[in-house]
């Protein structure tokens, strides 16, 4: 599938609305913790970035897999991003920012798309926007090497298969086992916000094909 034809569609798709917590539910921890769409006052906010690049006859998506660390983010897998700072002029900057420090895709050539629907997350008290947005060239990466262990480029045919889409169990922060959707791309089990955010998008991608 071509970048272009991608790009076409989501043009599109973006400017109808969006499917939100209906989308995010499909690829949400089980059992659904009410907890998760109760936003606390002091949330932070943040902003993360789906990149759409081109390379050879398909288009790619890069995931980033963070080391380990304490915390309740070490060693996961999503999409490059992080918290807005008091330089950002919007949570677009923010995106954008943390995707040039991150993986060292040049900010000024990623063209944005839209934006899905923000996702909270209760263990770090994060309301996070996921952009979308595309460049025209096969970029550069270069990870940082403090925040990024490796990036993960997934065709964005395999993304949009629902043969990637399982389920297993997951420890989380609190120390409880639960059964978690993931996607499972690269061998990589990439579950939580990350899912959720994904869950909406491919709710919305297949929805437009009915």
Request: charged letters at 25%; hydrophobic letters at 40%.
């Amino acid at each position: 599938m071509k970048l272009v034809q991608i790009v076409n569609r989501l043009e599109i798709l973006l400017r109808q609305p969006l499917p939100g917590i209906e989308g995010q539910l499909s690829m949400a921890p089980m059992p659904i913790d009410t907890k998760r769409f109760q936003i606390r006052e002091d949330h932070r906010k943040g902003a993360v970035l789906m990149l759409l690049f081109p390379d050879q006859s398909s288009a790619f998506v890069p995931f980033i897999k963070r080391p380990e660390y304490p915390g309740v983010h070490g060693g996961q897998v999503s999409f490059p991003g992080g918290k807005f700072e008091e330089g950002d002029s919007s949570l677009e900057s923010t995106a954008l920012r943390e995707a040039e420090e991150e993986i060292g895709v040049d900010a000024s050539k990623v063209k944005i798309l839209g934006y899905l629907s923000d996702v909270y997350i209760p263990p770090s008290n994060f309301l996070v926007r996921p952009f979308i947005g595309f460049v025209e060239e096969t970029p550069l990466f270069k990870p940082d090497p403090i925040e990024v262990e490796r990036i993960i480029s997934c065709p964005f045919p395999e993304l949009i298969d629902s043969k990637i889409r399982k389920i297993t169990k997951v420890k989380g922060s609190s120390g409880f086992q639960f059964d978690a959707p993931y996607f499972d791309i690269d061998r990589e089990v990439v579950w939580g916000a990350t899912a959720m955010m994904l869950g909406e998008f491919t709710f919305l991608w297949e929805k437009s094909r009915l």
